[in-house]
Nanobody
Framework: QVQLVESGGGLVQAGGSLRLSCAAS????????MGWFRQAPGKEREFVAA????????YYADSVKGRFTISRDNAKNTVYLQMNSLKPEDTAVYSC?????????????????WGQGTQVTVSS
């Protein structure tokens, strides 16, 4: 069992930056592939980024490539999402997810555990 708690969301102007954190409970964090997803009002949840167990490999949605960076610190049981050059269309609730089997997956159904999410609002 893994519990995930996101933090770091907030209100930022277009062009600004935020860093999201996702803290995981338990001693097996390094056994999980991690992902970030987001859901805007009235829209379906969409994939943002994923990172391998070791942190050496990552994968991004085209919409955030070059602007967002996913990273993890297995010693701190935490995964991060650095978001730069934010746009109003990045406004959403951002959630982290943990999965055991499928590395770097963009499919939400391939993740086993989810956090509650943190709101990110980008004003124009």
């Amino acid at each position: 069992q893994v519990q995930l708690v996101e933090s770091g969301g907030g209100l930022v102007q277009a062009g600004g930056s935020l860093r999201l954190s996702c803290a995981a409970s338990g001693r097996t964090f390094s056994a999980y592939h991690m992902g970030w997803f987001r859901q805007a009002p009235g829209k379906e949840r969409e994939f943002v980024a994923a990172i391998s167990r070791s942190g050496l490999t990552s994968y991004y949605a085209d919409s955030v490539k070059g602007r967002f960076t996913i990273s993890r610190d297995n010693a701190k049981n935490t995964v991060y999402l650095q978001m730069n050059s934010l746009k109003p269309e990045d406004t959403a609730v951002y959630s982290c997810a943990a999965g055991r089997l499928i590395p770097l997956s963009s499919r939400s159904d391939e993740y086993d555990y989810w956090g509650q999410g943190t709101q990110v609002t980008v004003s124009s």
